[in-house]
């Protein structure tokens, strides 16, 4: 229950903290659409609207994470969820393991977000935005349903068989600890996303998905990570 309620509170203060200032805004030019592997169909997001006006003032480097978003949204995109799981995992043990801290599975997990999170998202959300372009509340619950229904068990299947190759694990190994851990990791995921990307796909644009996911994640991928380690 603490993981969840650290989970909700961070949605909120994510969401809070990517708000606007009051002072005027810039209309940002419109993204050109190339194929889901180029830029996101929607580049204006309520919460992110302009690169240099944030709560608070302009945030160092977000023009340039911008720029990047634009030019290379795979790569940026890939490096925002390594940055993610990474977070996510040292926090993991340092503060519930306590342990010492494990490199390997911390460079495990890192990679895992380089090569498959950040990019499998990047095609994932702009695939299902094409699909499903509205923001209006039927709009919103068909995409969280997708999301959860169809998505989360891919990429739950998909961590568990990463960590069993990387550990060196026999497949049979694999396919019993997916069979064990893989309706609880859904049932934990059950719990916290559909709020989350409520907001996500209500709010946040198709550029912006992943950056938001990964600032939520950071105490989500606290729980797999030691879900992955059992």
């Not at 240099?52 to 302009?58: C, I, K, N, Q, Y």
């Amino acid at each position: 229950m603490k993981l969840i309620s650290v989970l909700v509170a961070a949605t909120c203060l994510t969401a809070q903290a990517f708000q606007p200032s009051q002072r005027p805004v810039l209309k940002p030019a419109t993204a050109v659409v190339s194929g889901l592997r180029n830029k996101a169909p929607a580049s204006v997001s309520p919460l992110f609207r302009d690169a240099a006006l944030t709560r608070g003032g302009a945030v160092p480097g977000w023009a340039a994470y911008n720029n990047a978003l634009d030019e290379n949204p795979i790569t940026a995109k890939a490096c925002t969820s390594a940055v993610g799981f990474f977070l996510g995992d040292l926090l993991a043990q340092l503060f519930i393991v306590k342990s010492g801290i494990d490199v390997r599975r911390l460079v495990t997990l890192s990679v895992f977000g380089f090569i498959y999170h950040g990019p499998s998202g990047h095609y994932f959300y702009n695939w299902l935005d094409s699909k499903i372009s509205g923001t209006d509340g039927a709009s919103v619950a068909a995409k969280v349903a997708i999301d959860q229904v169809f998505w989360c068990p891919i990429f739950m299947t998909v961590f568990f068989t990463y960590l069993g190759l990387c550990a060196g694990d026999s497949f049979g190994t694999i396919g019993n600890k997916i069979k064990s851990d893989l309706f609880t990791a859904m049932q934990g995921s059950w719990k916290v996303w559909p709020f989350v990307h409520a907001i996500n796909f209500k709010f946040i644009s198709t550029k912006h998905r992943l950056v938001f996911i990964n600032g939520i994640q950071i105490a989500f991928n606290m729980f797999l990570s030691l879900l992955g380690s059992k």
